[in-house]
């Protein structure tokens, strides 16, 4: 079945065009809450948001949707992602909700769907539920109607559940942090829960207008919180994006450290303490071959997926780890987390430089990268990478690469972007490489 709304991680597009339209999110509400309910018991679903704008309008849309089918809707509020996961398996809930675009612009939202299990759904169940949009669902009787209340203590119970992944002996006195919010829905509750560890906490990016998430900020954005960690001299920034399952860190230098070294840095400390599961840890195509060669230098495997927080955590669950995620930030620790969460895995970087006494600079330098070169293609229709030209640039840059570094070629799963990425010890041959494919893929398009 070809897919008309749920892409690699759930629904998302811009506000009212296209999919993401009060239509459509009450539809979805409609099939999911159908396709959940199972059993005679009081079926419930809980809806979280970042800050976007058409956040208000998406959560009316979709609480009627669920309602009108006879599911109770349980609302949070601006919730980072991986609270809306926890909270959905604490809760009981059948189902759970996050509208948000992640790091896109405000004019974007998107809608994903957690089972109650916590974890994301399956593409079974997402092509089930995308099979309903297409029909006329039975409707609840009026007297079955779902009720919709909000609850004031959500905030709470994630904080709560975050500080509980550190052992009860560890605190954050006498560091000093930046953290970042990109203005979404980690704004209240990450900057509280490093304070109430004993941290000095400079926030920035925690004055959402609806407009301005990720607007020069965030983990996409790292100009600002550089420039604030130099000027207040932090021991360390933390950047999230909108919805907060992403991390960077910046170094207390202003260098920035992303999802590969802190991947490293977790995943070495937890075999050294012999509570690092499967063997080695997972990630996907775009890691670095440097992270790749340092776990191998431990007897660790760095197991590859396709691009996708979902296929990481697919193969951590069928393999048996527990750490896994993207160098753009999305670290999942599978003994806290059912998700990507920022929040939960800064606090292990962060438990890490305080147990160390080592600077960030040098803690987080757990390996030297191999040079990396990711570019960019647009193109305005067709499929560039099954013209002649381009496969014979591709198999002339495989050829090059031979025994020398790695080729990644793969179209985006949210825009019309051919994205081309080679490594390898040469860093000349890297640039030479990726040129030359992005170059065919140009005139192809």
């Known amino acids: 079945m070809t897919r008309k709304f749920f892409g690699t991680d759930g629904i998302r597009g811009r506000t009212n065009a296209g999919v993401i339209t009060a239509a459509t999110a009450m539809k979805v509400g409609q099939a999911a809450g159908a396709y959940f309910q199972r059993g005679d018991h009081r079926h419930r679903v809980v809806i979280g948001k970042d800050t976007r704008l058409s956040g208000y309008m998406m959560e009316n849309a979709m609480t009627a949707g669920f309602t009108s089918v006879g599911m109770d809707v349980v609302l949070l509020g601006p919730m980072p992602t991986p609270a809306v996961a926890m909270l959905t398996r604490s809760m009981r809930a059948d189902l759970g909700v996050m509208i948000s675009a992640s790091h896109n612009p405000f004019e974007d939202n998107g809608i994903k769907l957690f089972g109650p299990d916590g974890f994301k759904l399956s593409d079974e169940a997402e092509l089930a539920i995308e099979a309903m949009l297409g029909r006329e669902l039975e409707l609840a009787d009026a007297g079955e109607v779902g009720r919709a209340r909000r609850i004031e203590d959500a905030r709470g119970r994630y904080i ?179 998700t990507g969460d920022g929040t939960i895995a ?63 070629i793969r179209p985006s799963g949210t825009e019309p972007v051919i994205r081309v990425m080679a490594e390898g010890d040469d860093e000349g041959q890297v640039h030479r490489v990726v040129e030359s494919i992005c170059e065919a893929v140009r005139k192809a398009a």
């Open 160 to 338: 709560h559940a975050v500080k509980a992944s550190l052992p009860d002996a560890v605190r954050l006195d006498g560091l000093r942090i930046v953290v970042d919010c990109a203005n979404g829905a980690a704004y209240h509750v990450t900057p509280s829960a490093f304070w109430e560890l004993g941290a000095d906490v400079i926030a920035i990016g925690v004055e959402p207008d609806g407009k301005n998430i990720n607007a020069g900020v965030g983990s996409t954005h790292l100009d600002a919180i550089k420039a604030k960690v130099s000027e207040v001299r932090a021991d360390i920034g933390i950047a999230l994006d909108g919805d907060a399952d992403r991390l960077i860190v910046v170094d207390e230098k202003g260098k920035t450290v992303d999802g590969d070294q802190i991947m490293a840095l977790i995943g070495s400390q937890l075999a050294a303490r012999g509570t690092l599961r499967g063997g080695g840890v997972v990630a996907t195509v775009m890691s670095n071959l440097g992270l790749e060669r340092f776990l191998g230098g431990q007897g660790l495997d760095l197991v590859r997926t396709a691009v996708g927080d979902r296929y990481v955590l697919e193969k951590m669950r069928a393999g048996g780890f527990n750490v896994g995620g993207e160098q753009s930030g999305h670290m999942i620790l599978a003994d806290h987390a059912t």
């Open 346 to 408: 800064a606090l292990q970087v962060l438990a890490a430089l305080v147990t160390s006494g080592k600077p960030a600079s040098e803690l987080l330098h757990q390996f030297d990268p191999v040079p990396q070169l990711l570019k960019n293609v647009r193109f305005s229709g067709g499929k560039p990478l099954d013209d002649a030209k381009v496969k014979q640039a591709i198999a002339d840059a495989e050829a090059d690469l031979s025994g020398k570094g790695r080729l990644v």
